[in-house]
């Protein structure tokens, strides 16, 4: 069981670049979410999606674009890497919102020179 | 006030002891409550639901207090391979239905 899939799992970036991160889940969950994770901060919600087609803004949603076309899909954008976006970054999927179970991805590290 | 708020240790503590972690949160509309566990460098994983009746699941103990809005997990007999990072969270349901916020973690070292 794949569970759920990010790719890539390490990237550098220059200032200005932009870049896709993709998460993909193979377990019909309707909810998908992207954290970003950095020391001292926890996990902070930047987007989040509660079905095909839906996305919401998290709490730190500024720099990032998201989009969920396929249910098993839910991709982050950064359309201009700055800096301060040097993070790591996971996907996560539940079969519902409230008292579900958030499956998780195993991270992207992205630095971003 | 932070909205979920959790002590970040570090914890060290010998094999065999019990530790107990404690967590608050902000919004008296929280419906649901977890704590996940974080292995170094590696993904957040759930370790157990928070029931407001308390629930057990072998060596770990979670409770719920909603007048205190206040969430504790106890581990008993500590192993080495306990350690790693706690994660408190709480959902607020409602209309920010499957908005998980997270706690920054408590960090668990135990030690030989």
């Known amino acids: 069981n794949a569970g759920v899939t990010q790719t890539p799992k390490f990237r550098v970036l220059k200032t200005g670049q932009s870049m896709t991160l993709l998460c993909a889940q193979d377990?019909?969950?309707?909810?998908m979410y992207w954290y970003r994770q950095d020391p001292g901060m926890g996990l902070r919600l930047i987007h989040y999606s509660v079905g095909e087609g839906t996305t919401a803004k998290g709490e730190v949603p500024d720099g990032y674009n998201v989009s969920r076309l396929k249910k098993q899909n839910f991709l982050l954008g950064l359309e201009s890497a700055a800096p301060s976006q040097t993070s790591v970054y996971f996907c996560?999927?539940?079969?519902?919102?409230?008292?579900?179970?958030?499956?998780f991805g195993q991270g992207t590290r992205l630095t971003v020179v | 006030r932070k909205e979920v708020e959790q002590d970040p240790g570090p914890f060290n503590v010998p094999e065999g002891a019990t530790v107990a972690f404690n967590c608050t949160y902000s919004?008296?509309?929280?419906?649901?409550f977890f704590w996940y566990r974080q292995d170094c460098r590696k993904e957040p994983k759930l370790l157990m639901s928070?029931?407001?009746s308390g629930n057990e699941d072998g060596r770990f103990t979670a409770q719920l207090n909603r007048a205190s809005q206040y969430i504790s997990l106890l581990i008993r007999d500590s192993k080495l391979s306990d350690s790693a990072t706690y994660l408190c969270?709480?959902?607020?349901?409602?209309?920010?239905?499957?908005?998980?916020?997270f706690g920054k973690g408590t960090k668990l070292s135990v030690k030989p």
């Open positions: 928070v029931y407001s």
């Open positions: 919004n008296s509309a929280s419906q649901s």
């Open positions: 377990m019909n969950h309707e909810y």
């Open positions: 969270v709480v959902n607020l349901g409602g209309g920010s239905q499957g908005n998980l916020i």
């Open positions: 996560a999927s539940s079969y519902s919102g409230g008292g579900t179970e958030a499956f």
